[in-house]
Nanobody, 121 residues
Framework: QVQVVESGGGLVQPGGSLRLSCEAS????????MGWYRQAPGKERELIAR???????NYADSVKGRFTVSRDNAKNTVYLQMNSLKPEDTAAYYC???????????????WGQGTQVTVSS
């Protein structure tokens, strides 16, 4: 069984910073990519940042220059450093991981439960 858990959300003021963490655990053989999505009420889930095991990363235009995704492969953990936060960044943030479980032959998609980020004065 594989589990993905996010942490680090909270309430911050505009211009502030927050760091989210996501750890994958269980019978994991390999994680090929991990990333972050967010979803605000009434809106579709959107990709924010994603990083592959080789280090390649990509970002949504709305967060480029403000957010940074990083990964610790040894810990099966991905981080999202969020700086210069804006009210429009308010959303539930979800961790996503492409994982090959032990004994499996193909990549499977796993999601965390989400962590709320609220940017308000």
């Amino acid at each position: 069984q594989v589990q993905v858990v996010e942490s680090g959300g909270g309430l911050v003021q505009p211009g502030g910073s927050l760091r989210l963490s996501c750890e994958a655990s269980g019978t994991i053989f390999r994680i090929t990519a991990m990333g972050w999505y967010r979803q605000a009420p009434g809106k579709e889930r959107e990709l924010i940042a994603r990083i592959r095991e080789g280090g390649h990363s990509n970002y949504a235009d709305s967060v480029k220059g403000r957010f940074t995704v990083s990964r610790d492969n040894a810990k099966n953990t991905v981080y999202l450093q969020m700086n210069s936060l804006k009210p429009e960044d308010t959303a539930a943030y979800y961790c996503n991981a492409d994982i090959i479980p032990r004994g499996a032959m193909m990549v499977e998609d796993y999601w965390g439960q989400g962590t709320q980020v609220t940017v308000s004065s």
